[in-house]
């Protein structure tokens, strides 16, 4: 079992930023060979996929934040991060960290983030 648990949400202005954490704990070990993602949701809209980062570190955005998204992970700390820059009211959701390997697939609580304009 791998437990996730999403941290660094909040309210921020149009233009500003934020970075959210992911931290595992739990089954560890092979934390490594997971692949992270960053979902988000917004009222009434489905769950899409914003971020992935591979286990060997490549990494890939949904189209709209691609050049204000950065992902990241660190191996040692088992956490993963998203740094979130110019921020758009776009971006209002919440936000949720997922972890995927064969068929294994974890999901965190999710922390919300919301935009003023």
């Known amino acids: 079992q791998l437990q996730l648990v999403e941290s660094g949400g909040g309210l921020v202005q149009a233009g500003g930023s934020l970075r959210l954490s992911c931290a595992a704990s739990?089954?560890?070990?092979?934390?490594?060979?997971?692949?992270m993602n960053w979902y988000r949701q917004a009222p009434g809209k489905q769950r899409e996929l914003v971020a992935t980062?591979?286990?060997?570190?490549?990494?890939t955005y949904e189209e709209s934040v691609k050049g204000r998204f950065t992902i990241s992970r660190d191996y040692a700390k088992n956490t993963m991060a998203l740094q979130m820059n110019n921020l758009k009211s776009e971006d209002t959701a919440v936000y949720y960290c997922n972890a995927i390997w064969t068929n294994y697939d974890y999901w965190g609580q999710g922390t919300q983030v919301t935009v003023a304009s």
């Open positions: 739990g089954s560890t070990f092979r934390f490594s060979l997971y692949t």
């Open positions: 980062i591979t286990s060997s570190g490549r990494t």
